[in-house]
């Protein structure tokens, strides 16, 4: 299963960051690959209250454009995040992560869990997600079918890897891990790729991070990038730096078999 992470660098235009981000899944697909794996927050990136304006419902809004993309292309998409609406709720959204098989339908739900707050040490908020988003709840493996086969699947949000006990107490492994983020820059110089290849080693599986890049926020903020593709091994297979651009890879259910029985970890492990 060829898989591909496409890295934008979104502002506050939202209809120009949809259109961006359609011709890249569009790209991607023509280029042969059967899986796209957008960022965080792939349609807005701004002021943090300004989120709250391009919210929609699921199954409307850029949920419903990307469900007839998925079937028009006929491919699957873990569709980054977006802002959905919460019912009589005004000032707040959830930080929603959905991703769609080849016939458009939504296979899995996952709403943020973890926020990320970050508070100096004179009580200045830097960053605070709960300001505008609702927590969701833990994250559920689902099902991708492909060519006959059938891949096990988790999908976390950014400040969500560095929580692996998400990962460590479901009781069956997952084949691969799709984390979609707006990861910082400054984090993610010292922590990304060790979080990320960290957890491919642990849980003997693949993980796709899928990041954006750049400066947004009027210049104020800054995206790390650094997308990639690591295999069970923890080895990475395919990566960018700070470009808009997008990386490929692909993935293979027997490298998954190879690496657990050559280091059988997961059968010793004991969860207390």
Known sequence: MKVTCIQTN????????????????IRAKNNGSNLIVLPEMFAYMGLDRARTQCKSPLGEGFFKELQALAQKLSIHIVAGSHAEEIPACSDKVFNTC??????????????????????????????????????GDRPQPYKISFQGQ????????????????????LSQPVDVIFVTAAFTWQTGLAHWEVLLRARAIENQCYVVACNQTGLHSQGKKRNFGHSMIIDPWGQIIASLQEEVDSVSAPLLLQKIEECRNL?????DRKIF
Not at 127 to 135: G, L, Q, R, T
């Open 263 to 267: 280091l059988p970890a997961l059968r």
């Open 98 to 135: 959905i991703a769609l098989d080849n016939f458009g339908d939504i296979v899995s739900i996952y709403r943020k869990q973890h926020l990320f707050n970050l508070i100096s040490a004179e009580g200045e908020k830097l960053y605070c997600e709960s300001d505008c988003f609702e927590a």
């Open 150 to 169: 059938t891949w096990t699947a988790l999908n976390l949000i950014c400040y969500d890897i560095r929580f692996p006990e998400i990962i460590r107490t």
């Open 10 to 25: 979104p502002q506050e235009d939202v209809q120009e960051n949809w259109v961006n981000a359609k011709n890249e899944i």
